[in-house]
């Protein structure tokens, strides 16, 4: 059973940092990709960073330059550091692995983390 846990979250003044972790257990595939998504009231969910097995990040524009997607692969271990954060950043946080079963993707997701951003 996978399981992914994060952390990190919590309430914080406009202008702080928050560094979020996602932890991840269990039997899986290398993973193929890693990131954070994001969900605030009333809001569709959005994509806020990836990172792939190789490496390769991306970030929605909103956060670029302020948030900071990292792993520690050794661990499968996931990190966002957040700076400067902003009202609108408020949202839970929820972490995803995307691997491969034989050739079918497979997403593993987090309960996710609340943070909140006040003005």
């Known amino acids: 059973q996978v399981q992914l846990v994060e952390s990190g979250g919590g309430l914080v003044q406009a202008g702080g940092s928050l560094r979020l972790s996602c932890a991840a257990s269990g039997s899986f595939f290398s993973p193929k990709s890693m990131g954070w998504y994001r969900q605030a009231p009333g809001k569709q969910r959005e994509l806020v960073a990836a990172?792939?097995?190789?490496?390769?990040?991306n970030y929605v524009d909103s956060v670029k330059g302020r948030f900071t997607i990292s792993r520690d692969s050794a661990e499968y271990t996931l990190y966002l550091q957040m700076n400067g954060l902003k009202p609108e950043d408020t949202a839970v946080y929820s972490c995803y692995l995307l691997t491969l079963v034989r050739t079918e993707p497979q997403y593993y997701w987090g309960r996710g983390t609340q943070v909140t951003v006040s003005s």
């Open positions: 990172i792939t097995e190789n490496g390769d990040v």
